[in-house]
């Protein structure tokens, strides 16, 4: 929530020596923090209030009293009431982009960041201990660290600091979770535990027992994170505008992995036509930032510099023309703030009239002279319209002055139409008219056109009036989706002292362990061992006096005495078998039992106190932690004795209408692994 941290102190359970860094500090009373707070508790107060809802709409299906049903349509006028109340105050928190931005001096036009969704505190520490003693038959009380370690992960990703090491704190639980559901969720037995998400538009809680919405939920705030990097950045300096490039591009990018990956999360902000628009608008704002860094040291007052910063204005409207329809399609402009479509269509319209305004420059202020490349402008010219008015040629215009004139009025008159109609859209959403910066710069713009229309402007000349064509959208820098290299962060099992998670996961089901003693007298008789952790007990003399004992093929060694074997080798589980030559030694063995492979069962999924069902089916899976099949051993003699075997700026610039505090004109101030069990080889010991 906020971007003070607090120390590092807490280790990493994983193993890899290392420390994760903790969330930030929830006290402290930064805009950001309040902002997620009392979205907090804006969904506390929507759940109560759909919880009442349904409580008077169930009342009002069961009761036949006409008296008691209109009380209960009372009820549930005020709370129906209540809700639209709450939901307008969610909306205003989403609108509230100010918190977001970088402040300086002179400011940028506002860019849109997405806000964290909220989660409910998860307690793993019952559900995992009796999972661990009824699967794994050990005792869950020593795994009580590990545990500790999970819930502080999970606790310090509900507030991450906005930068790199926030994403990488969100990214490191992110690949916690695939281990963990190896460990304790099995297909056909959930160990109880609820995760609950809120939807960052609507409020509306979702609860599911399955890690899905658990991964997904983490991926959108990955990419919430980066749009808050990228607005925050000081899009001043070239270094902050490739900052915020980046940043929304690698948005964009998880958002498109969170679609592709999850296509049945039933929690409304990550259905695949609201992410397609998040990924659409993360893109939008990536040209902007790329068109302001091809603004940013100056534009060149030529014919070829204008033109072609126009054609990149042009490319920016259109990504932001797309991004404004599909706000407004049917599934997405009932749950989309008012605020964002506004702003998608403000911007529409006053990059648009941009790109006629340099237009406009090139032609009113640049004639065609003896010195200038008449070839060069010519196919610059055609480039531009994907149609001329009728009857003109692009060396017709640029030959004759007064067809160009005439064609260079018509864009400053379109310029001008367009920064009015970007002023009354702005006019007409009251959470938009608190940014008086974007005001200020939508101000600029179009008195710049204004100025412009003005020194053209002759009296005694009476003009045959056309429509400016459209302006060819065209850039050479596209933003693209960038999916970062952070979601794939390597991290060590916190749970790896249970064995090898091909062999000891979810899905496998053991026996319980049994105690096999070993005497120094079973020397003469034994069986061979096979495998690299867990070493697989094959070729057993029936007629040893360890089979005598129990001991069966294809037994698994777990422990030798009072050492934990789960990870050992061959030559490692030998060599503390030796301890045999003089005094008898246990051990403890578990051997794996046959289970039939299940349709995934069904998972309840409670949204807005309304009950949906999902297949897991439809859900992600992931296919590399399948249970390794133990393999058929052909049986061997067995052996009396202990074997061991072999392992440019011109003149005259122009500058992008920036919003100035400082009194000044705005375009006259200068610019600114985890281990992984290996196969069977043919290494084998015998005894």
Not at 286 to 295: I, M, R, S
Not at 613 to 624: N, P, R
Request: proline share 5%.
């Amino acid at each position: 929530m906020t971007d003070t941290l607090l120390p590092n102190g807490i280790k990493d359970g994983g193993g890899d020596s290392s420390y994760f860094r903790k969330g930030c500090n929830p006290f402290a009373q930064t805009g950001r923090s309040k902002l997620q707070n009392k979205r907090a508790g804006l969904n506390q107060q929507i759940i109560k209030e759909m919880r009442m809802r349904a409580g008077a709409e169930n009342l009002l299906k069961a009761s036949s009293n006409n008296k008691v049903k209109e009380m209960v349509m009372l009820e549930l006028s005020y709370v129906n009431a209540n809700l639209q109340l709450l939901t307008g105050q969610l909306e205003a928190l989403n609108s509230s982009v100010d918190v977001y931005q970088n402040t300086h001096e002179t400011a940028n036009i506002p860019l849109i960041a997405l806000g964290l969704k909220e989660t409910k505190e998860v307690d793993f520490s019952t559900p995992f201990k009796d999972f661990i003693l009824e699967h794994y038959s050990e005792d869950g009380n020593s795994y009580e660290d590990e545990i500790a370690d999970m819930m502080d992960l999970r606790q310090a990703c509900r507030t991450p600091s906005r930068n790199e090491e926030g994403v990488e704190l969100l990214a490191k639980y992110f690949s916690h979770l695939p281990l963990i559901e190896s460990r304790f969720f099995s297909p056909n037995h959930q160990p109880g535990i609820f995760f609950t998400w809120y939807d960052s538009f609507t409020g509306v809680p979702v609860c599911q027992q399955n890690l899905s919405l658990e991964k997904a939920s983490i991926l959108f705030n990955m990419a919430a994170l980066y749009s808050q990097v990228g607005t925050r950045s000081n899009r001043q300096t070239i270094g902050g505008l490739e900052e915020a490039i980046s940043s929304f591009q690698k948005a964009a990018g998880i958002l498109n992995h969170l679609k592709e990956t999850f296509t049945h999360t039933p929690s409304y902000d990550m259905s695949p036509a609201m992410v397609s628009m998040l990924i659409r608008m993360m893109l939008a704002q990536a040209q902007e930032c790329l068109f302001e860094k091809t603004a940013l040291p100056g534009i060149r007052n030529q014919f070829q510099s204008l033109m072609k910063v126009a054609q990149e204005a042009s490319k920016v409207s259109e990504t932001y023309d797309q991004v404004h329809q599909s706000m407004i399609q049917t599934p997405i402009k009932d749950n989309v703030p008012l605020f964002w479509s506004t702003m998608a269509q403000v911007k529409t319209n006053h990059y648009r009239s941009m790109a006629h305004y340099f237009v406009a420059s090139a032609l009113l202020d640049h004639q065609l002279s003896p010195n200038d490349d008449e070839d060069q402008q010519e196919k610059t010219l055609s480039q531009v319209y994907d149609c001329l008015p009728e009857g003109q040629s692009p060396l017709d215009i640029l030959k004759r002055r007064e067809e160009r004139s005439r064609l260079g009025k018509a864009h400053i008159r379109r310029a001008i139409l367009g920064h009015e109609e970007a002023l009354r859209i702005y006019s007409l959403c009251h959470h938009l008219n608190k940014l008086e910066i974007l005001e200020d710069i939508l101000k600029a713009s179009h008195q710049r056109s204004l100025n412009k229309s003005s020194e053209n402007e002759n009296e005694d000349e009476f003009t045959d009036y056309i429509e400016a064509p459209d302006i060819i959208p065209k850039t050479e820098h596209k933003a693209e989706m960038a999916v970062p290299a952070t979601t794939k962060v390597k991290v060590s099992d916190f749970f790896q002292r249970l064995g090898p998670l091909s062999f000891f996961n979810a899905k496998q089901r053991w026996t319980a362990p049994r105690i096999i003693t070993l005497r120094p007298e079973d020397r003469d008789h034994g069986f061979t061992l096979k495998g690299e952790s867990p070493v697989q007990v094959v070729s057993l003399d029936p007629l040893c006096p360890a089979a005598a004992e129990g001991l069966k093929e294809g037994d698994f060694i777990i422990t030798v005495g009072d050492t934990d074997c789960k990870w050992f080798t061959v030559s490692e589980v030998m060599r503390l078998l030796k301890d045999v030559d003089e005094e008898m030694i246990d051990i403890q063995v578990v051997s794996m039992m046959e289970s039939n492979p299940q349709m995934p069962t069904k998972s309840a999924t409670f949204c807005g106190n309304i009950p949906k069902t999902y297949s897991m089916i439809c859900l992600a899976y992931d296919d590399e932690d399948k249970n390794a099949k133990s393999r058929k051993v052909t049986k061997k003699s067995s052996f009396l004795s202990w074997g061991l075997k072999n392992k440019l700026k011109s003149a005259s610039t122009l500058s992008l209408p920036t919003s100035d505090h400082s009194n000044s004109q705005p375009w006259n101030k200068p610019c600114p692994t985890f281990p992984s069990s290996s196969s069977y080889n043919n290494d084998s010991s015998l005894y």
